[in-house]
């Protein structure tokens, strides 16, 4: 069983940053696959960003690349997402997701997309003033 625990979201206005982090508690937190996703009030849950076990491969959403860092330590078994540039419409609930060792092959065509994700946090919110 993985437990996710989100951190570091807050209020800020735009063109602000905020780091957000994710702390997982299982034993082999590096063999999984990690991503951010997000919720804004009456939409749809969407995928942010989401990196490979090792860290070597991100994948980002068109609406915050080049914006958005996501990166993790596996020896602190840690998630973080690096917000910078933030947008009104960035606002949203923030959750941290982890897809099992076994979906591979699997994840690397679709890593974006929850039905990859077995475990979620509880989400942090964060919220972007004009």
């Known amino acids: 069983q993985v437990q996710l625990v989100e951190s570091g979201g807050g209020s800020v206005q735009a063109g602000g940053s905020l780091r957000l982090s994710c702390a997982a508690s299982?034993?082999?937190?590096?063999?999984?696959?990690m991503g951010w996703f997000r919720q804004a009030p009456g939409k749809e849950r969407e995928g942010v960003a989401a990196?490979?076990?090792?860290?070597?491969?991100?994948f980002y959403a068109g609406s915050v690349k080049g914006r958005f860092t996501i990166s993790r330590d596996n020896a602190k078994n840690t998630l973080f997402l690096q917000m910078n540039s933030l947008k009104p419409e960035d606002t949203a609930m923030y959750y941290c997701?982890?897809?099992?060792?076994?979906?591979?092959?699997?994840?690397?065509?679709?890593?974006?997309?929850?039905?990859?994700?077995?475990?979620w946090g509880q989400g942090t919110q964060v919220t972007v003033s004009s």
């Open positions: 997701a982890a897809a099992p060792p076994f979906a591979g092959g699997s994840w690397i065509r679709a890593p974006l997309e929850q039905y990859k994700y077995n475990y």
């Open positions: 299982v034993y082999t937190y590096g063999s999984y696959y």
């Open positions: 990196i490979a076990t090792g860290g070597g491969s991100t």
